[in-house]
């Protein structure tokens, strides 16, 4: 029995936010949506290969873990503010949240069940991994072996909310298939089971199609939006927010568990980036071989476009060129969720270790210098630095 109450849609509280941010990078709503979603889960991908070498598989898996906890938080949070709820009673109400906190994933979930003992999802598309990076085969599928289990991470952590909410009950969780796991399956299958439930009743059928095949050549995320019968305005700002507050999640991890190597830890997962995005930016700078002060500030703004931070390039009478940033949306969703200046912190070492592997990749780390005068994430009003070419 699918969940009949829905909820009114609006556009999200942070569209604002959003919309400033694509003024800024003159960027459209839709292409920033797309753009955040694969940043998004192309970082906790790459937030998992940093730590399973970093920490070992166990510790590494617990603390990415932890972060999928902290998203469920959230999200849960979210639907009972959404559904205007101040308590979770039974396992109907817990099933629409889960449905709910599964679609704002992104993901098209279909409820197929959800009775007083019983509820039962499929998942039929995920934006993880349908917007996951491109990355060696072997890599991929170590990752998407481990989601499976987070996604049970994910649900326990959303029964533990609903329990501090109110719910009584016991509930007991079963995922029998699980596309990142199982390569023929079309639908992740979600079961809630209270300890009344009947375990021999039949499951649902999961019907026998991918959805891929329908979305086709089309941009995924705008068909299941239109699946959903949700808009941009409403899935994108949260797409946005997720990639910046899943960066900090990560950091606090690290920051919570091994304070002495976080900033190491930390550094070594922006260390991934540059060596991808310099090759793009000299094809679209149209820039051959790096000579000036000017190509290196087009490259460095290029690879900050990337991670959302918008520069703008200013020339001194002495050939310098100096980069300004009014904005840092790091920055700005630390201060949401109340982050502590140690993160701040690390994005101040971050940037300035990010620039650095810019120049390395460019091969003018001993030709040309790059000087921070000033850093959003330090206080100041803007962050602003300063390229030389000897």
Known sequence: MASKAKAKSAPSPFLPF??????????????????????????????????????????????YGNVW??????????????????????????????????IGVPALYITRRNTATEHVGHVQWCANPAYGPADCTYCRHDYYRQEVYLTYVYIWELIEKAKKA??????????????????????????????????DLPLPEVARKF????????????????????????????????????????WL???????????????????????????????????????TAKDVADIIAYCEHKKYTAFKASSKADGSIVLTAEADPFVQVADMLQADKGYKAALVAMDEDFVA?????????????????????????KTEMEIRVK
């Open 357 to 381: 592997n810019v120049l390395k990749q460019i091969k003018m780390d001993k030709k040309a210098t790059v000087k921070f005068t000033s850093h959003i994430a330090k206080g100041d009003a």
């Open 69 to 102: 906890a902290a998203l469920a938080d959230m999200s849960f949070d979210g639907a009972m503010a959404k559904f205007g709820l101040k308590e979770v009673k039974d396992l109907p109400t817990l099933g629409r949240i889960v449905e709910d906190c599964f």
């Open 253 to 291: 991890q690290l920051n919570l568990n091994v304070k002495a190597k976080a900033t190491g830890i930390y550094l070594k997962l922006w260390q991934t980036f540059p060596k991808m995005w310099v090759k793009d930016a000299k094809l679209d700078c149209e820039i051959g071989t790096v000579k």
């Open 18 to 63: 959003m919309e400033a941010h694509c003024k800024l990078l003159k960027m459209s709503l839709k292409d920033l949506t797309v753009e955040a979603l694969k940043s998004l889960f192309g970082h906790v991908y790459y937030i998992w290969r940093t730590f399973k070498p970093a920490l070992g598989e166990k510790d590494g898996l617990k603390y």
């Open 211 to 250: 959805i891929d095949l329908e979305i086709g050549n089309q941009e995924p995320v705008l068909y299941i939006l239109k699946k959903q019968k949700r808009t941009l305005e409403e899935q994108g700002p949260g797409s946005f927010l997720g990639f910046f507050a899943v960066d900090f999640l990560a």
């Open 166 to 199: 109110g719910l009584k009950e016991d509930i007991l969780v079963e995922l029998p298939s699980g596309r990142c796991r199982d390569g023929a399956a079309c639908a992740c299958q979600i079961i809630l089971r209270t300890r009344d439930a009947n375990p």
